[in-house]
């Protein structure tokens, strides 16, 4: 009996990212249109699996997820040690264009997840010719803090479980009890101060209001998807983007701010119509 | 409902071992009826109608009977599914020492979440 991998594989990418010489963990599946998935805050490239393991999406898509750096299997860049972890909208535009380079990808479509369907609506505004298409995951324009943010990153509460007791409550109470806490258990094993540098972008940084009625979408078609229970990317902020830029907006049933690892078959049967728009471009 | 909260998390020994760090009072205020809960390494040891005169506690979780009753629903509807949400809609609010309640998110999440189990009987 040979041995029974999954058609995923991964490997480390040397590349220069943010003027910084980088060793970053890529993972990738399947076959066609390239697939960029961006992760969500203070996670990593795994969410991603039930894309990669679906033959439907790998039949004529390459689905390629990074672990961006500080994040998963991608390390800190040197001398991380004497530096405090916050990501702008300036760099996060820059390190996704610059992986695509790396990877030599010739207009993939990008799709992210929460700060990566913020990042989304950033890479359209700014970057549109880039890409043949966008996916936007519980994308909105902005949202506000809700909570104190300095207890993600303090010695004397764990980090790990602070952060999964934070973002459980977005998970759909559908989900299934591995995915949920598998989803989960990528949270636990966050680096210090990973999320909550992440969230600087999400809550303050990459606030895009200003600027979403400037997206052009015949440039680059924006497609967005956001789950029901999401209450941090709201159905409200994602119909708002649709209604100021023309995208196609779902609001997906029975899930939440995770919908590619909390329930991926469910997340799948919504994708799928999706990617066949795109192929059909 | 709020009076099934130490018989269902005593009898949850997963939740009472994740909790079993937590030594604390907390309050839950419906409207103005306010409830004091002991734990002790993880189990309730006491639960305490009021009303007080100088109650001793560390933190307070604060909303409407309206809000509470939807939140211990056993299928809340969308938005009252978990605490954050009501935060987030300034439907609740979570006041004083907050140390316990964040540094033990996870558990406080189940143990305030419990009166669900009850009316699911």
């Known amino acids: ?281 | 409902m709020i009076d099934s909260i130490p018989k269902h998390v005593n009898a949850n020994a997963d939740l009472v071992r994740r909790g079993r760090f937590v030594d604390t009072t907390f309050m839950i205020a419906i409207d103005e009826a306010y409830t004091l809960i002991r734990i002790r390494e993880g189990r309730v040891t006491k639960l305490t109608q009021g009303p007080f005169i100088t109650p001793d506690y560390s933190f307070c979780l604060r909303a409407s009977r309206g809000v509470w009753e939807k939140f211990w629903q056993p299928s809340p509807p969308l938005g009252f599914t978990d605490i954050f949400a009501l935060v987030k809609q300034k439907l609740m609010k979570v006041e004083g020492d907050l140390h316990p309640f964040m540094s033990n998110l996870l558990y406080f999440k189940d143990v305030i979440a419990a009166p669900r189990k009850e009316a699911a009987r």
């Not at chain 1, 040197?78 to 300036?90: N, V």
């Not at chain 1, 949202?143 to 007791?165: E, F, Q």
């Not at chain 1, 973002?167 to 299934?176: E, F």
Request: charged content about 25%; proline content about 7%; aromatic content about 10%.
């Open chain 1, 1 to 281: 009996m040979s041995p029974r991998f999954e058609p995923i594989t991964g490997r480390y990418l040397q590349c220069e990212l943010l003027g910084k010489p980088q060793r970053l963990y890529v993972e990738e599946a399947g076959r066609g249109i390239p697939l960029l998935c961006l992760h969500t805050a203070g996670s990593d490239a795994r969410q991603y699996r039930g894309l990669m393991n679906d033959a439907r999406i790998t039949a004529n898509y390459r689905v390629i997820a990074f672990d961006m750096p500080w994040h998963g299997k991608s390390s800190p860049p040197a001398g991380w040690q004497d530096t405090e972890y916050q990501l702008t909208s300036r760099d996060y535009v820059r390190l996704i264009v610059e992986v695509a380079d790396a990877l030599e990808l010739e207009k993939p479509v990008a799709m992210g997840c929460s700060i990566g369907g913020r990042i989304v609506l950033h890479l359209a505004h700014e970057k549109p010719e880039r890409f043949r298409a966008l996916i936007g995951l519980e994308s909105a324009a902005y949202t506000a803090p809700y909570y104190d943010l300095s207890w993600l990153n303090r010695p004397d509460v764990h980090g790990g479980m602070v952060c999964a007791g934070v973002v459980s409550g977005l998970i759909a109470p559908t989900a299934p009890a591995p995915e949920r806490w598998e989803t989960l258990w990528h949270y636990m094993q966050s680096g210090p101060g990973v999320f909550k540098g992440d969230l600087y972008f999400y809550m303050i940084d990459g606030d895009i209001r200003d600027r979403v009625d400037e997206i052009d979408i015949k440039r680059c078609p924006l497609f967005l998807l956001t789950g029901e229970y999401d209450y941090s990317c709201t159905a409200e902020g994602t119909l708002d983007v649709a209604r100021r830029t023309g995208a196609t907006a779902t609001i997906m049933k029975d899930l939440g701010h995770f919908p590619m690892s909390e329930d991926p078959q469910k997340f799948n049967d919504y994708l799928l119509p999706v990617l066949e728009k795109i192929r059909a471009l």
